[in-house]
């Protein structure tokens, strides 16, 4: 869409202008490495990078117009590139984009759902549900960004502003109908989500994490806020709508304290619109009667443990809301058979292991307490937490681990930049607390023993170790990397997928085990 300084300029509050207002914009783009001619150049301030200082480079490569948070340099020559000067050029670079890419979300039906854990399964199950409906989802989320003939991995849950609006119009002109949106604290935070018209907000809960962006727990839920009290009701949308988990405190709080649109609340909590009437949770999965506004519905679902339950809520409470037909809501919740890297199964006839994201205290604890309700055998988790992240929840995470197993397995994550030993350190400090033993994993005699731990910094041998050691009865919980493809030391990523190389090892010990009958080569695991 080619438009003029004059166009651009009408969705900005106070700018500043320098040079020719009628030069053509055709493009948007953050990056200078991206410029084309005729393209708007949003000069932005990143972590390790201030667009400021590419301008000169941007104007060189064809850029028309630079947005920008300070005034031209004496020496920019306006006859090639005109400037805009805005207070914040990340609040300016969503509204722009979507004018630019013609307000794509306008178009479609836009569901944004953020909280700290949750936001992926629920993704996947309004996904299938639409399906089942004959709608066409599109989905940017936590694992990929997703429509209709295109995939492509996700590097971040919540993409740059512009980037948001080239997908949604993309997804426009494949035919999406609703666009499925994870929508991160940091993405709010960051204004990355300006410019986006939303029908439909949802909040799951807020736990601790990002603490280290966000300083504190006051300034975490503030950023969730945004979604509900900015987005929301600036949206063009008139049934534009809040889903809000009542069983969680900062919820309960979210729901008080949202005004200017319609709230739809969930939970177990009875006095939530859309609550369980009686409910079964076992190792096959969760069936429950759920009560919507005039009717009850009666779902199953191969998804296990409570935390799944209230997912599936938030999704037929989604559902509900954008009237999808209850057959289809029903189908959709029953279709889904797994999400990937959240509590994924991998699994012999003598014993389970299972495969989750699980990188927060709240989401390990509901994670092993949906395993411990369907295990009958010892519980053990092999965890690690994330370099370059929130320190202060490592030793809580450590704490919820040992509380929630019998035995635990500490290695690294992604220990990024970080020296993995003094990340494993302050894990060990809360383990410790929690009454836990270390033992040595360089003896002969070493074994799984009930309270105690071991160190294994290196994630694959953490891995075979446990494997190897595993009796029928065990159930063996992979924490933290889930769905992830790599495994991050130092700056450089490496391929590392838990499912993956904890199936090697099956495989490998196979051979070696006479008498254990595996089903296939992807979901079995030895007999020890």
Request: proline share 5%; charged share 20%; aromatic share 6%.
């Amino acid at each position: 869409m080619s438009l003029t300084l004059a166009d651009i300029i009408e969705c900005l509050e106070t700018p500043e202008i320098w040079g020719n207002p009628e030069v053509c914009v055709e493009e948007i783009t953050y990056d200078s490495r991206q410029v084309k001619r005729n393209s708007l150049f949003v000069a932005i301030r990143g972590e390790k990078t201030d667009g400021h200082n590419f301008v000169y480079k941007a104007s060189e490569s064809g850029a028309s117009v630079i947005i920008a948070e300070k005034n031209p340099p004496a020496d920019f020559q306006f006859d090639k590139t005109s400037w805009i000067r805005v207070a914040n050029s990340r609040k300016a670079l969503g509204p722009v984009a979507d004018l630019i890419y013609g307000h794509p979300s306008q178009e479609m039906v836009l569901i944004g759902i953020t909280g700290t854990n949750g936001k992926t399964t629920t993704t996947f199950l309004l996904e299938s549900i639409l399906m089942a409906a004959d709608f066409v989802p599109g989905i940017i989320g936590t694992i990929s960004h997703r429509w209709p003939g295109f995939e492509t991995p996700a590097s971040n849950t919540t993409p740059e502003a512009s980037d948001i609006q080239k997908m949604l119009a993309a997804m426009r002109h494949s035919g999406v109908t609703h666009v499925l949106m994870e929508v991160s604290s940091h993405g709010l935070v960051l204004r990355r989500l300006d410019g986006c018209s939303f029908d439909v907000g949802m909040f799951t809960n807020l736990t601790h994490d990002h603490l280290d962006f966000h300083q504190d727990m006051v300034s975490y839920y503030e950023a969730k806020r945004i979604l509900f009290n900015e987005l929301l009701p600036a949206s063009n949308k008139l049934s534009a709508s809040a889903i809000i988990n009542l069983d969680d405190f900062y919820g309960s709080r979210l729901a008080q304290e949202t005004a200017g649109v319609p709230i739809i609340t969930y939970g177990f909590n009875e006095q939530a619109d859309i609550h369980p009437l009686n409910k079964e949770i076992s190792i096959s999965g969760i069936r429950a009667n759920i009560g919507v506004p005039n009717e009850v519905l009666s779902i199953t679902s191969p998804l296990a443990g409570s935390f799944n339950l209230q997912n599936i809520l938030a999704a037929v409470s989604a559902g509900v809301t954008l009237r999808i037909p209850r057959e289809a809501i029903v189908n959709g919740v029953k279709s889904l058979k797994t999400v990937p890297g959240r509590l994924q199964r991998i699994e012999s006839q003598e014993g389970s292991l299972f495969v989750d994201y699980a990188h927060t205290p709240n989401a390990l604890k509901n994670v092993l307490q949906a395993l411990r309700e369907i295990s009958d055998g010892r519980l053990i988790t092999l965890m690690g937490c994330g370099g370059d992240r929130d320190r202060t929840k490592r030793a809580v995470m450590g704490s919820e681990a040992a509380v929630g197993s019998d035995f635990l397995v500490i290695t690294s994550d992604n220990p990024r930049s970080e020296d993995p030993l003094t990340i494993i350190e302050q894990i060990e400090v809360g383990v410790i607390e929690s009454g836990f033993k270390k033992i040595l994993h360089d003896s002969i005699h070493s074994g799984i023993s009930d309270k105690s731990y071991i160190v294994i910094p290196d994630r694959r041998q953490a891995i075979e170790w446990i494997v190897t050691r595993l009796q029928p009865r065990d159930t063996l919980l992979l924490a933290g990397k889930g769905h992830e493809t790599y495994q991050e030391i130092h700056g450089v990523r490496y391929p590392f997928d838990d499912r993956v190389v904890a199936s090697e090892i099956i495989n490998r010990l196979k051979p070696c085990k006479p008498g254990n009958h595996f089903l296939d080569a992807v979901t079995m695991r030895p007999e020890v």
